[in-house]
């Protein structure tokens, strides 16, 4: 009866790789986000899609590219992958959004780049 | 943009002490202040909210207080517990720009027993 779960858990790579999260959320949610929390914890919004259109681009690099195929799902494809990249990466839903809303986050998954 | 500040980086007290964890906030727009807190290997969890039109906010041992004058705002924790040792993180809703809930860069709270 996960809320809000993302794929894999862990994922160790080589640089230079291609490589994507999964998340898909049973809340009924209308807004989904990405969000990065580096190695000293500090938690930086990526992305936000609301109803499938994307509402919130950071200045990340376009490496970075999220897709939302229906309002319960946004993965995030990395392309070329850098050790920079190394993080923990965690998608979240809200009813509405982005702000004034209860974030539910998933548990995160630990991006390792080699 | 909206930039939050969080203190401090880490607290160690006493099983039954108090601790109590202190945020400011920029824009003056912002309008509500949620805590999180994160357990180890898990994503944040929100423990309490509180919007610009109340002062205090309390659940059970944790309480909230917010001065918009001032432009910050605290989570207290009262009779702490081992298993409230976590990462907390303070955050605040940008009403311009990119319009989105800005963290602060969390506190590390040690409950000894």
């Known amino acids: 009866d996960t809320a809000v779960s993302q794929t894999p858990k862990y994922l160790v790579t080589q640089m230079g790789n291609d490589k994507s999260i999964k998340c898909e959320q049973n809340?009924?949610?209308?807004?989904m986000y990405w969000y990065k929390q580096d190695s000293k914890k500090f938690l930086k919004i990526m992305f936000s899609?609301?109803?499938?259109?994307?509402?919130i681009n950071e200045t990340v690099p376009n490496r970075f590219s999220p897709k939302s195929p229906d309002k319960a799902h946004l993965n995030l494809h990395i392309n070329s992958l850098e050790l920079g990249d190394s993080a923990v990466y965690f998608c979240?839903?809200?009813?509405?959004?982005?702000?004034?809303?209860?974030?539910?986050f998933g548990s995160g998954t630990q991006l390792s780049v080699l | 943009g909206e930039n939050v500040e969080q203190h401090p980086s880490t607290l160690s007290v006493q099983e039954g002490d108090s601790a109590v964890i202190k945020c400011t906030y920029s824009?003056?727009?912002?309008?509500?202040f949620p805590w999180y807190k994160q357990e180890l290997g898990k994503g944040p969890q929100l423990i309490i909210d509180?919007?610009?039109?109340?002062g205090e906010k309390k659940d059970q041992r944790i309480a909230v207080t917010l001065n918009k004058t001032a432009k910050h705002f605290s989570l207290h924790i009262t009779e702490t517990q081992p298993e409230d040792s976590a990462v907390y993180f303070c955050?605040?809703?940008?009403?311009?720009?990119?319009?989105?809930?800005?963290f602060g860069s969390g506190t590390r709270l040690q409950v000894q027993p």
């Open positions: 979240a839903s809200s009813q509405g959004g982005p702000i004034n809303e209860k974030l539910f």
């Open positions: 809340l009924g949610h209308d807004t």
């Open positions: 899609y609301n109803n499938k259109e994307l509402i």
């Open positions: 824009d003056s727009a912002s309008n509500y």
């Open positions: 509180i919007r610009s039109n109340v």
């Open positions: 955050a605040a809703s940008a009403q311009t720009g990119r319009r989105a809930l800005t």
